[in-house]
């Protein structure tokens, strides 16, 4: 891939990705604010984007494959994709309900903590080796979350504790999404199959939530049940249902986003848009920050540009130690080493194809979640199996 091509794919891309992530985080912003049902909502955009995964996979089978689509047994099922679907609905859910307290631009900052407990799970899933850069991501990332907030105008303790609480179970989520994905024998490697076994878990797992705490409140409300016209109904149909198709735009944005650039342009270009989304909260719903609050902000962004290049220099690391390893299926032999990978001269900087071979579509994932926005971040297994998949628990 030239250069040229590679700058338009990620350009082209990119500004899908960021207007899809940036609009659904305002779009729910603004509407929660006066529509109170957080949960239900979020519970049909899971239904939404189990629909639009089993339309697409029906598609794809009748036109492009000629094998049938992936069905899971139930032991599978409930072993693995539940555990990791319940803990993405409860982290979701508990994201947007926050945005009824808080700020668009604590939102974000907040969200940023999910990194720390993505490395605090891997770590103990053994998915991670506990290493000083780890410390240095997790202490910039804690300490700027805490200027962030410290003597806020606008903080609010309950959207807070909604919004880290749904940090802390995006890190879970998204370790055991990496464990789902990087085994063969689940087979659910492509995005659309990955959606359409998840999203049932994801709408179940919240519907109880739903009728406690929705339940009663969402019966009686004018606008959904109790309509006195159908232009309220009609009008709050389609306000619900513009949220669940940016959300499945965004999902497929994301994934359409790492399959052809990379998962570390992905991490790199999340960092921009997170400084994107605070700008267009000052302006348009008018946040307001303190000097101590800026330098938090600053501290947050560093940690996450932190762990992206710790990443990106192991995985380079990793393959200029191992690259001749009869474990890489794409060097054939150990004079080939790293030559495979690189341009031919040794003293020259990888080529964009290495580099795609290193953090793009071909490497696993960990993955941190703002809510319905995602962010990526190579893992340290992939490159200790060279460019397969691994099946270990």
Excluded at 142 to 164: D, E, P, R
Excluded at 215 to 238: C, D, K, M, Q, W
Excluded at 294 to 299: E, N
Excluded at 339 to 346: M, Q, V
Aim: net charge neutral; aromatic share 12%; proline share 3%.
């Amino acid at each position: 891939m030239s250069f040229t091509v590679y700058i338009i794919k990620v350009i082209f891309l990119g500004s899908f990705f960021f207007t899809c992530s940036i609009t659904l985080t305002f779009y729910n912003k603004w509407l929660f604010q006066n529509f109170h049902f957080p949960l239900t909502v979020t519970f049909i955009h899971f239904l939404t984007q189990f629909l639009g995964a089993a339309i697409i996979r029906t598609l794809m089978s009748c036109c492009c494959s000629k094998s049938p689509p992936i069905v899971l047994n139930w032991t599978m099922y409930m072993k693995r994709v539940y555990p990791a679907g319940l803990a993405a609905a409860l982290d979701i859910g508990l994201s947007n309900m926050s945005l009824m307290f808080i700020t668009v631009s604590l939102y974000v900052m907040s969200k940023t903590s999910c990194v720390v407990f993505v490395l605090i799970f891997a770590v103990i899933l053994r998915l991670e080796s506990p290493r000083v850069t780890t410390l240095i991501v997790v202490l910039l990332v804690s300490g700027g979350l805490f200027l962030f907030t410290y003597k806020s105008t606008q903080f609010n303790l309950g959207g807070f504790i909604l919004v880290i609480s749904a940090s802390f179970l995006g890190g879970l989520r998204w370790v055991l999404l990496q464990m789902i994905t990087q085994r063969e024998d689940i087979g659910l490697k492509n995005p659309i199959d990955t959606t359409y076994h998840m999203a049932p878990v994801m709408a179940l797992g919240l519907l109880l939530p739903v009728f406690l705490i929705e339940g009663v409140p969402a019966s009686l409300s004018s606008e959904i049940f109790r309509y006195e016209s159908y232009l309220t109904l009609e009008t709050t149909t389609g306000k619900v249902a513009l949220g669940a198709l940016l959300a499945f735009l965004l999902t497929l944005s994301e994934y359409m986003f790492v399959h052809y650039t990379s998962s570390l342009t992905l991490s790199i270009g999340g960092i921009f848009k997170e400084l994107l989304t605070m700008y267009l909260a000052s302006e348009i719903n008018h946040d307001k920050w303190s000097t101590m609050n800026l330098v938090g902000a600053g501290l947050c962004v560093l940690g996450i540009l932190s762990h992206v290049m710790f990443k990106a220099i192991y995985a380079k690391n990793k393959y200029d130690v191992q690259g001749a390893s009869p474990r890489n299926p794409r060097i054939r032999s150990s004079s080939e080493g790293m030559g495979a990978l690189l341009k031919r001269d040794r003293k020259t900087k990888p080529s964009w194809e290495a580099i795609e071979l290193l953090n793009g579509d071909d490497s696993d994932a960990i993955i941190s979640s703002s809510g319905e926005e995602e962010t990526i971040f190579p893992s340290e297994e992939m490159t200790r199996k060279s460019n397969g998949r691994y099946d270990t628990d």
